[in-house]
T-cell receptor, first 114, second 114 residues
Framework: KAGVTQTPRYLIKTRGQQVTLSCSPI?????VSWYQQTPGQGLQFLFE???????NKGNFPGRFSGRQFSNSRSEMNVSTLELGDSALYLC?????????????FGDGTRLSIL | DQQVKQNSPSLSVQEGRISILNCDYT??????FLWYKKYPAEGPTFLIS?????DKNEDGRFTVFLNKSAKHLSLHIVPSQPGDSAVYFC?????????????FGKGTRLSVIA
């Protein structure tokens, strides 16, 4: 059974550019969540999508946005990139996103801003 | 304000001995707790979880203990193996009828020495 797939694995951008990251959840999973991991802050929740609707949003600026498609695949977009956006971006999926269901993570996209 | 705290950034244990990783939380609404293991260049892997209606959950070499009155949980690994060397994250979630995001600790790096 295929796990959560994130593309690309690595990305280098410059300040002011924008970037789109992609996540394909485990087959049958309808909830997709995005997290940012930095050395100082650990894993910080960005947002969660379920059935193409954003259900939860973390405390990040509006430059961070996302969407989910009818096949549950999700994309995350960051506009006007800043140096501080350099991080590992992780996507996680779960069956229905219920409170007692574990989330399963992809290997992440490492974004570096120059 | 950190709601989930892992106060030990690192831990070294000899192979064959017990590893005990600790986690404290402040939010009394948390009722589902998880442990993830993370290797470099990979996403977090779900290990074990526990609901607040239990005080112990066991899966092979891994046991999670929950002390609700102390708002404390721990992960025991017995016996520890070199392949267990990784960063371990504690995570928690609030109870509700829908979905709330996982809140992560900053992780503890476990080194199992052969």
């Amino acid at each position: 059974k295929a796990g959560v797939t994130q593309t690309p694995r690595y990305l280098i951008k410059t300040r002011g550019q924008q970037v789109t990251l992609s996540c394909s959840p485990i087959s049958g999973h309808r909830s997709v969540s995005w997290y940012q991991q930095t050395p100082g802050q650990g894993l910080q929740f960005l947002f969660e999508y379920f059935s193409e609707t954003q259900r939860n949003k973390g405390n990040f600026p509006g430059r961070f946005s996302g969407r989910q498609f009818s096949n549950s695949r999700s994309e995350m977009n960051v506009s006007t990139l800043e140096l501080g956006d350099s991080a590992l971006y992780l996507c996680a999926s779960s069956l229905r996103g219920l409170s007692n269901q574990p989330q399963h993570f992809g290997d992440g996209t490492r974004l570096s801003i120059l | 304000d950190q709601q989930v705290k892992q106060n030990s950034p690192s831990l070294s244990v000899q192979e064959g001995r017990i590893s005990i990783l600790n986690c404290d939380y402040t939010n009394s609404m948390f009722d589902y707790f998880l442990w993830y293991k993370k290797y470099p260049a990979e996403g977090p892997t779900f290990l074990i979880s526990i609901s607040s209606i239990k005080d112990k959950n066991e899966d092979g070499r891994f046991t999670v203990f929950l002390n609700k009155s102390a708002k404390h949980l721990s992960l025991h690994i017995v016996p520890s193996q070199p392949g267990d060397s990784a960063v371990y994250f504690c995570a928690a979630r609030e109870r509700n009828s829908g979905n709330t995001p996982l809140v992560f600790g900053k992780g503890t790096r476990l080194s199992v020495i052969a």
